[in-house]
């Protein structure tokens, strides 16, 4: 069954709007999610193409299938989904990992940590396709809860992921570690880590978007 638990959104108009994140999601909460994310992404898309915008300035997630990932992993123990709800529309979806991978930084190496596959904001919050997004701090919320469930784990909030080029800046923000280009990643993607201190520090500051 999935978890539900209170989390707070900004509206676009800067507004404080209640909100629930949502842990250990179902068959049917993806559906639900990519039912209403991928005809939206598609319309969106369409129309940034024909207004001349470079394909390069679009979100680099937008292929990213849900189905297909929950299809993929979904029976497996070792991986959630969750997402956090708002307006009763999901307004963003990560996957996790909380077994198999470990911390790569010196001071941690060695020790278990919750790797984030995959994170993403619903395409009417993305800056890239809508301007002004309806809900911002849906990935703070998610990377929050990603630092939590590490500390439910014993794992002292540490956390690694493997960031698009996009969202780089932003990870260094949420005050994640940047160990470089891994060349073991398809396209050599920077992989990032949070240690307890960075876990804590984020938690007390936050971060926007």
Known sequence: MTARSPAVL?????????????????RSDIDAA???????????????????QPRSNLP?????DWRRKYEAVGHLLAY??????CDSQVQGLMLVATAGRVCRIE????LPLIYIHF??????????????????GVG?????????????????????????????????RCRMTDLGPDPSEMHELRY??????????????????
């Open 140 to 172: 703070s919320v998610l990377l929050a809860a990603a630092v939590r469930l590490s500390t439910d784990e014993e794992f002292g909030g540490r956390v690694g992921l493997h960031s698009l080029p996009q969202a780089d800046g932003w990870y260094r």
């Open 80 to 85: 959630r989904f969750l997402g956090i709800e």
């Open 34 to 52: 990519e039912a209403e994310w991928q005809p939206f992404s598609e319309a969106e898309i369409s129309r940034a193409e024909r207004s001349g």
């Open 107 to 110: 001071s941690q190496r060695g």
């Open 60 to 64: 680099e997630h937008r292929h990213w």
């Open 192 to 209: 990032f880590e949070m240690t307890p201190e960075n876990a804590n520090d984020f938690l007390r500051e936050g971060v926007g978007s």
């Open 10 to 26: 900004n509206d676009s108009q800067g507004q404080l709007r209640d909100a629930v994140l949502l842990e250990d999601l179902c």
């Open 119 to 136: 994170l993403a904001t619903a395409p009417w919050n993305s800056r890239r396709l809508m301007g002004k997004p309806r809900f911002s």
